[in-house]
């Protein structure tokens, strides 16, 4: 059993700053990819930061310039630092884990979400 357990949310203000926590937790062998994404109100979720276990990164490019992700392999924990928020940053925040468990070489889990709005 694995759990993802997202922190970090909240209310802020537009040009202001958030950073979101994911803590991985369970019988984890190994996670190749750690990723945030986020879904808006009627919209699809969507990736907008993605990390490997080998230190590459990739962001959408809304988000490019903006937000920052990082990750302690050794902790199994992955932050998204949200800079220069926007209103149509609004959405739920959530984290993603691809990982190697005792039971299988590769799984994938979610967090369930944390709410993140910007107010103009």
């Known amino acids: 059993q694995v759990q993802l357990v997202e922190s970090g949310g909240g209310l802020v203000q537009s040009g202001g700053s958030l950073t979101l926590s994911c803590v991985a937790s369970g019988n984890i062998r190994s996670i190749y990819v750690m990723s945030w994404h986020r879904q808006a109100p009627g919209q699809q979720r969507e990736v907008i930061a993605t990390?490997?276990?080998?230190?590459?990164?990739h962001y959408r490019d809304s988000v490019k310039g903006r937000f920052i992700i990082s990750r302690d392999n050794a902790q199994n924990t992955a932050w998204l630092q949200m800079n220069e928020l926007r209103p149509n940053d609004t959405a739920v925040y959530y984290c993603n884990a691809q990982m190697a468990t005792h039971q299988a070489l590769w799984e994938d889990y979610w967090g369930q979400g944390t709410q993140v709005t910007v107010s103009s």
């Open positions: 990390m490997t276990n080998g230190g590459s990164t």
